[in-house]
């Protein structure tokens, strides 16, 4: 009952609204600056595969260089290894037995890492490690500004050494490098603001360092960074690998960044499209709410036209014209760019992937979000 | 690959999380209590199954009493029919011709109903209805002060002109009456502030009747009402049915609201079970973040504890603890009370339905959420 909102060789007019749409081309881009700024800089490229949820696009990323995909989810690390994705960082902590048990499986089938940043964490997950005899990467995370998960600087050394007591003869965990992402950094509007923020993270990085090494143990790799601060974390020196997701995709809230580098510029190339189903004096209401998109991170921007989305209810989304624009007729098509794109996508069971443009362009592929809802 | 957070017979204690959870017992008095005013008020009952999109939650709705259900989408009434749900109302406008095909083709198999607010959407709904042979109830939609969609109270007469204009001998459109939703009105905190904006709901009500009348036409049911103001409208003496959706699970945003009468209270049954997954000197992180419940009206609250989420990201939400209070420990569970229930339900896959309470009780069904996702 659930059909994609197109099929392969569609014109973009015969898309269903409300529907997710990739433009190709642009995506492709994207795909491609990253991978080449990467390269550049000698980084290790690991995409957060949290904000696509997709193993095709997955697979297109690895196949650009990147040496795996992050996932925050053990359901999600699941249904990504279930189609071929083999190289998977779980960055984030679990400590449920019943989940550690699913990782410590799952570490058996593809090359799998994880974040800890408790003493508990860490004995549970050895303890589910011994139990299915599986062995995997295991990183401290360290709250490099966030203020969220991760644990002190002075505190990663210990932390470490407790990753590296429970190791096996046999395998088990490894200790694989410290976990430092900086999440509020990557929504500071201004450059310097989020410099700023990117060198206090890297303050504490080195301090975690720095007490690693006290403890005796040698620092793999530091991994980070997301769409908002990357350039920041491959000029510091400490981070040997980038976890951005978004730059694939963009959303109004990244666009609203000034940039740090206007020769890195990624374009919008994600796009719910809206078809105008009710029209009063001066407002137009389309068939797309915050079901279609979320909010979290504000309202859509629309593409090429000079109209602001006032509100949006499940539903609907309310639009008025700018000073001199046009409202769109009833019927018309509007294209919605998300104000976030990860929760975006995450209501979505396909992707529309169009070649050629919005506008003249065909559908190419239809793409399957497939861990989508995968929160567990 | 994405099996259910817990299987029939499970002790709550072994539900996965985050999981979005029924607590069966209050649903089922609500469910009553909404059932028992509509029969005291001799008012038909028509739940929005927008809300919790299940065709066995419909089900029991109908077993109860209500004569049917809205939605607000062709997609969700494909799938709810297609599941033995066989009396739906779209209480929303669709201007696309495919879609509305779909809508003509969907009125041949169960009993169909819509709103149109355009002279274009009869014109098209009138087509496709012939060429499909079948037909409907159509609702002319009025703006009773919610500024979305539908016509102005003195236009409703000429719509309602056109929509039997459009009429066939054989069958086609048949003028049903009028759809009249004050949304905003639901989330007014007063009800006093309530009162008056369902008094001048009705105030345009009326006005729409005049018109229709004046017209020849004569107007067999007023439909709207939510949960935050359905005793207004059944006191209004117009309304002839209730579409009200939230009351079976309730949220934070519709507990805040003051109650009517105190006697008429509804009570929390749906809750999404989280666990503390990290834990800083001052604040608890839960592992539900807004790709678990929705935030557009709001955080979630959290049951049971003097607790506060201060914010959250796609998969993190983070506690506080009020003044005197203790945070939970590692591994500990939090249950949150979602904002808002309709785009927290279109999260999840799947309904965790518990018998005995949420403390000592078990899981006694599993129930699809059948329509998640269809936006379209």
């Given at each position: 009952v659930r059909?994609?909102?197109?099929?392969?060789?569609?014109?973009?007019?015969?898309?269903?609204?409300?529907?997710?749409?990739?433009?190709?081309?642009?995506?492709?881009?994207?795909?491609?600056?990253?991978?080449?700024?990467?390269?550049?800089?000698?980084?290790?490229?690991?995409?957060?595969?949290?904000?696509?949820?997709?193993?095709?696009?997955?697979?297109?990323?690895?196949?650009?260089?990147?040496?795996?995909?992050?996932?925050?989810?053990?359901?999600?690390?699941?249904?990504?290894?279930?189609?071929?994705?083999?190289?998977?960082?779980?960055?984030?902590?679990?400590?449920?037995?019943?989940?550690?048990?699913?990782?410590?499986?799952?570490?058996?089938?593809?090359?799998?890492?994880?974040?800890?940043?408790s003493a508990l964490g860490v004995q549970r997950l050895a303890s589910a490690l011994a139990q299915a005899g599986s062995s995997m990467d295991v990183f401290v995370e360290v709250d490099v500004g966030h203020g969220r998960c991760g644990v002190a600087a002075a505190a990663a050394g210990m932390l470490a050494q407790q990753v590296v007591?429970?190791?096996?003869?046999?395998?088990?965990?490894?200790?694989?490098?410290?976990?430092?992402?900086?999440?509020?950094?990557?929504?500071?509007?201004?450059?310097?603001?989020?410099?700023?923020?990117?060198?206090?993270?890297?303050?504490?990085?080195?301090?975690?360092?720095?007490?690693?090494?006290?403890?005796?143990?040698?620092?793999?790799?530091?991994?980070?960074?997301?769409?908002?601060?990357?350039?920041?974390?491959?000029?510091?020196?400490?981070?040997?690998?980038?976890?951005?997701?978004?730059?694939?995709?963009?959303?109004?809230?990244?666009?609203?960044?000034q940039p740090d580098d206007s020769a890195l510029r990624f374009e919008q190339a994600l796009f719910v499209k809206s078809q105008v189903m009710s029209r009063g004096h001066s407002h137009a209401v389309v068939d797309a709410g915050h079901k279609s998109h979320a909010v979290d991170s504000g309202m859509p921007a629309v593409r090429g036209q000079a109209l602001d989305l006032l509100g949006c209810s499940d539903e609907h989304g309310i639009l008025r014209a700018r000073a001199g624009a046009t409202l769109p007729a009833l019927g018309d098509t509007v294209w919605l760019v998300p104000g976030h794109c990860d929760p975006t996508v995450n209501l979505h069971d396909h992707y529309i992937a169009v070649r050629g443009g919005l506008d003249e362009g065909r559908v190419e592929a239809v793409w399957a979000v497939d861990a989508r809802g995968c929160v567990s």
């Amino acid at each position: 009952v659930r059909a994609p909102a197109a099929r392969v060789g569609d014109a973009v007019a015969a898309i269903d609204t409300p529907a997710l749409v990739v433009d190709l081309d642009a995506m492709e881009r994207n795909l491609e600056r990253m991978a080449e700024f990467a390269r550049t800089h000698r980084m290790r490229l690991r995409p957060h595969a949290k904000m696509h949820k997709s193993a095709a696009i997955a697979k297109l990323q690895m196949a650009a260089g990147a040496v795996g995909v992050c996932v925050q989810k053990t359901s999600e690390a699941e249904v990504l290894a279930s189609l071929g994705v083999n190289d998977i960082y779980i960055s984030n902590e679990v400590v449920d037995p019943a989940k550690l048990a699913r990782v410590a499986a799952l570490a058996q089938r593809v090359r799998l890492a994880i974040a800890v940043d408790s003493a508990l964490g860490v004995q549970r997950l050895a303890s589910a490690l011994a139990q299915a005899g599986s062995s995997m990467d295991v990183f401290v995370e360290v709250d490099v500004g966030h203020g969220r998960c991760g644990v002190a600087a002075a505190a990663a050394g210990m932390l470490a050494q407790q990753v590296v007591a429970h190791g096996r003869s046999d395998g088990g965990m490894r200790f694989a490098g410290l976990q430092a992402y900086q999440g509020r950094a990557q929504h500071l509007r201004g450059p310097d603001e989020r410099d700023a923020a990117i060198r206090h993270a890297v303050a504490l990085v080195r301090a975690a360092q720095a007490a690693v090494t006290a403890a005796g143990i040698a620092c793999p790799l530091v991994t980070g960074a997301g769409t908002g601060t990357f350039v920041h974390e491959a000029a510091s020196g400490v981070y040997g690998e980038l976890q951005v997701g978004s730059y694939l995709f963009m959303d109004r809230d990244y666009a609203d960044n000034q940039p740090d580098d206007s020769a890195l510029r990624f374009e919008q190339a994600l796009f719910v499209k809206s078809q105008v189903m009710s029209r009063g004096h001066s407002h137009a209401v389309v068939d797309a709410g915050h079901k279609s998109h979320a909010v979290d991170s504000g309202m859509p921007a629309v593409r090429g036209q000079a109209l602001d989305l006032l509100g949006c209810s499940d539903e609907h989304g309310i639009l008025r014209a700018r000073a001199g624009a046009t409202l769109p007729a009833l019927g018309d098509t509007v294209w919605l760019v998300p104000g976030h794109c990860d929760p975006t996508v995450n209501l979505h069971d396909h992707y529309i992937a169009v070649r050629g443009g919005l506008d003249e362009g065909r559908v190419e592929a239809v793409w399957a979000v497939d861990a989508r809802g995968c929160v567990s």
